[in-house]
């Protein structure tokens, strides 16, 4: 019998969901490429959990540049915290708060990140149209789930719980966003990339 889907996460450590992340990141290039990332950018990243991707965006962006890591947990970031006070790395900005109701309180932000965190949401489409009152027209954004016909043969929900990339690029449009690609990574990941609408 198939164990409940637990979308808060509760039934892990934060050092278990950071190594799910770490598994991704043969993934985490792709998406800062599409994201066009470069030195001194500034970067959004919704449901940055324990931090993994967030370390990674922090490596791209350089000192100069800045991550806003935004999680519901604080004990997610404080569990980044720990991990940047480790490493030195002063440039990220970590942003207690539910993603679908941040108040955009003039953050520079160029582009966002939002990956493997719609389907624990109970508003995905309130998380996109926040994203898209957040960031600057013309702002590039990437959208990564697990693709509901996917093997499920790693850490990831139940293909009942994941989301079709049609109905994820609906969303998108909904909130304001052009399609500007979207393909299988893997077997098991897909990729959206939206661009805000000018």
């Not at 719980?161 to 909130?175: C, F, I, N, T």
């Amino acid at each position: 019998m198939e164990e409940t889907f637990r979308k808060d996460l509760t039934h892990l450590s934060w050092d278990e969901v950071y190594a799910r992340q770490m598994k991704r990141a043969p993934l985490v290039g792709e998406w800062m490429d599409s994201l066009q990332l470069k030195a001194g950018d500034q970067v959004l990243e919704i449901g940055a959990g324990p931090g993994y991707v967030s370390l990674v965006l922090a490596d791209r962006v350089g000192a100069g540049g800045g991550v806003y890591a935004v999680d519901r947990s604080p004990e997610a970031l404080a569990h980044l915290e720990r991990l940047q006070k480790e490493r030195g790395i002063s440039h990220i900005h970590r942003l207690v708060a539910d993603a679908a109701t941040l108040e955009p309180a003039g953050l520079p932000v160029g582009s966002a990140l939002i990956t493997m965190v719609l389907h624990h949401a109970e508003d995905p489409a309130g998380i996109l149209d926040n994203v898209a009152r957040l960031l600057l027209p013309g702002a590039l954004v990437v959208v990564a789930e697990f693709h509901p016909e996917g093997p499920g043969d790693g850490p990831g929900p139940p293909q009942a719980h994941r989301l079709r990339p049609e109905q994820v690029q609906a969303w998108g449009k909904g909130a304001g966003f052009l399609v500007r690609s979207f393909h299988r990574q893997t077997p098991e990941h897909y990729m959206v990339l939206f661009q805000l609408d000018v």
